[in-house]
């Protein structure tokens, strides 16, 4: 009898529930293969093999590598750029983008559709388009090397407003009623109602956008050409060319550079997930 059943389990079986999990394990291993030979060798001794694996292996571990990277480079100047950067303009982008969202979806006044339909616009025009105008404004405003040059221009999020102003709209209108009849101020009922009630997008928006400003390289490298405002992304790159004969330095920079983002993701993933859940964000 228990040969039986267990037969008739394997034909209930569905060919898709056993491979996709399959694919799904072959992906995650595709994708953690590299970063695991990039930890790997960043623990490695200076200039050692690292071409075959089991020699590889069979090298001691050290973290002279970091301790050397810290000692004799501007790692953590470049960290500390980088993080200012995206944090000031990920929370002050995101509540410039919720100030207007919440105006496009509550206040009435003229010409609101057409602001919006300009802002709309804003993601049809490519970021490279928009290179030279602002840079030479950056220029004429002597901007250059400077954390206003390398932080204005990443605050105009017109995808966060509209994310935001789809969130806002379905908030009912009752709260805003209730709120005006007790005497509640425009900007009071902003940040006592509608914003709290988009905590989860907020966050979920300001991890994105976090991160996405933590690997921009484009705009810092034509801004902050000077080594003390370099960002990670534009210092590395630099960095390794010293190392043309070495690999295991170059590694050791790249774990060090992955470590921040990788520590907000890993504490805010949950709210990741509720905000792509609640806005639809693809």
């Given at each position: 009898?228990?040969?039986?059943?267990k037969?008739?389990?394997?034909?209930?079986?569905?060919?898709?529930?056993?491979?996709?999990?399959?694919?799904?394990?072959?992906?995650?291993?595709?994708?953690?293969?590299?970063?695991?030979?990039?930890?790997?060798?960043?623990?490695?001794?200076?200039?050692?093999?690292?071409?075959?694996?089991?020699?590889?292996?069979?090298?001691?571990?050290?973290?002279?590598?970091?301790?050397?990277i810290?000692?004799?480079?501007?790692?953590?100047?470049?960290?500390?750029?980088?993080?200012?950067?995206?944090?000031?303009?990920?929370?002050?982008?995101?509540?410039?983008?919720?100030?207007?969202?919440?105006?496009?979806?509550?206040?009435e006044?003229k010409?609101?559709?057409?602001?919006?339909?300009?802002?709309l616009?804003?993601?049809?025009?490519?970021?490279?388009?928009?290179?030279?105008?602002?840079?030479?404004?950056?220029?004429?405003?002597?901007?250059?090397?400077?954390?206003?040059?390398?932080?204005?221009?990443?605050?105009?999020?017109?995808?966060?407003?509209?994310?935001?102003?789809?969130?806002?709209?379905?908030?009912?209108?009752?709260?805003?009623?209730?709120?005006?009849?007790?005497?509640?101020?425009?900007?009071?009922?902003?940040?006592k109602?509608?914003?709290?009630?988009?905590?989860?997008?907020?966050?979920?928006?300001?991890?994105?956008?976090?991160?996405?400003?933590?690997?921009?390289?484009l705009?810092?490298?034509?801004?902050?050409?000077?080594?003390?405002?370099?960002?990670?992304?534009?210092?590395?790159?630099?960095?390794?060319?010293?190392?043309?004969?070495?690999?295991?330095?170059p590694?050791t920079?790249?774990?060090?550079?992955?470590?921040?983002?990788?520590?907000?993701?890993?504490?805010?993933?949950?709210?990741?997930?509720?905000?792509?859940?609640?806005?639809?964000?693809?």
């Amino acid at each position: 009898m228990m040969e039986v059943e267990k037969v008739r389990k394997m034909k209930n079986i569905k060919p898709g529930t056993v491979v996709i999990p399959v694919l799904i394990w072959i992906m995650i291993a595709i994708m953690l293969i590299p970063m695991v030979w990039m930890l790997l060798v960043s623990f490695k001794p200076y200039e050692s093999n690292v071409t075959d694996f089991m020699v590889m292996l069979t090298t001691k571990f050290t973290m002279e590598n970091f301790l050397k990277i810290l000692d004799t480079s501007r790692m953590g100047r470049w960290i500390f750029n980088s993080f200012l950067i995206a944090a000031v303009q990920s929370l002050v982008g995101i509540l410039l983008a919720s100030l207007a969202a919440f105006a496009l979806s509550v206040i009435e006044f003229k010409g609101k559709k057409v602001v919006f339909f300009i802002i709309l616009a804003g993601l049809m025009v490519p970021v490279e388009a928009l290179i030279m105008p602002l840079f030479s404004l950056i220029i004429s405003l002597d901007w250059m090397n400077t954390y206003a040059g390398l932080i204005m221009p990443g605050l105009a999020m017109p995808l966060a407003v509209i994310i935001f102003k789809q969130f806002y709209d379905g908030v009912p209108r009752e709260l805003i009623e209730a709120a005006n009849m007790d005497g509640a101020h425009i900007f009071w009922v902003w940040r006592k109602i509608f914003l709290p009630l988009s905590g989860n997008t907020t966050a979920a928006l300001m991890i994105f956008l976090f991160i996405q400003s933590w690997n921009n390289f484009l705009w810092p490298m034509l801004v902050g050409t000077d080594s003390s405002m370099m960002t990670l992304t534009v210092a590395l790159p630099v960095f390794q060319s010293t190392f043309s004969t070495d690999v295991t330095m170059p590694m050791t920079a790249n774990v060090i550079a992955s470590v921040p983002a990788l520590i907000v993701f890993l504490v805010f993933q949950k709210q990741i997930v509720k905000g792509i859940a609640m806005t639809g964000i693809k």
